[in-house]
């Protein structure tokens, strides 16, 4: 696994995603300024935010494209406005928004669909063009099995949710995933 975020790190990242949310709803701008050389190296990470337990977006980059604290700022706001699956988030409902980071490895290819490990790997299964990305978490919270999470990734992808079984490409990454407090 790639380098660990410190608790302090992953406090800071939170924290910055927040005021980036927070500022553009208010209008203001936040920028992501910090000395941290691990913050500051490329890493792939997505955002997800939940108001009320409910999932209302989640964007982010699976591959290295830009620094880490880049990518927090601008997949926080893209998760908060973009994610076309939802409404943007609203500044009224700030106070019931809460915010997870998910820092991931490099993807690495499988032969084997046996390989994969619920609640340890993240899948991006691809084929023909298409592709489809779900996070270690997911199946852990539908409480889903190999199968099934393996179906869902073809399904996400926009493939037959048994394209894992006839040739789909399928990768495997990590991720440390933490969020604000409850």
């Known amino acids: 696994m790639s380098e660990l975020l410190t608790s302090a790190q992953q406090k800071f990242l939170l924290r910055l995603a927040r005021d980036t949310i927070t ?7 936040k920028t992501a300024a910090t000395d941290d050389q691990v913050l500051k190296g490329k890493r792939g990470a997505f955002v997800t935010l939940h108001v009320d337990g409910d999932l209302r977006g989640c964007i982010g980059y699976p591959l290295p494209y830009k620094p880490l604290v880049e990518t927090i700022s601008e997949m926080a706001l893209a998760a908060a406005t973009q994610d076309n699956r939802f409404e943007s988030i609203r500044e009224s409902e700030l106070e019931r928004l809460r915010i997870e980071i998910s820092a991931l490895t490099l993807p690495r290819a499988i032969q084997d669909p046996a390989e994969v490990e619920v609640g340890r790997h993240g899948i991006i299964i691809s084929k023909g ?3 489809g990305l779900l996070l270690p978490q997911v199946p852990l919270e539908y409480n889903w099995d190999r199968e099934t999470f393996l179906r869902h990734g073809c399904l996400k992808a926009g493939l037959p949710e048994n394209e894992w079984k006839k040739g789909a490409a399928i990768q495997v990454f990590e991720a440390q ?5 409850e």
């Not at 500022?23 to 701008?29: F, I, K, M, N």
């Open 23 to 29: 500022s553009h709803l208010r209008g203001g701008e």
């Open 177 to 181: 995933v933490f969020s604000e407090p």
């Open 129 to 131: 063009g298409r592709q």
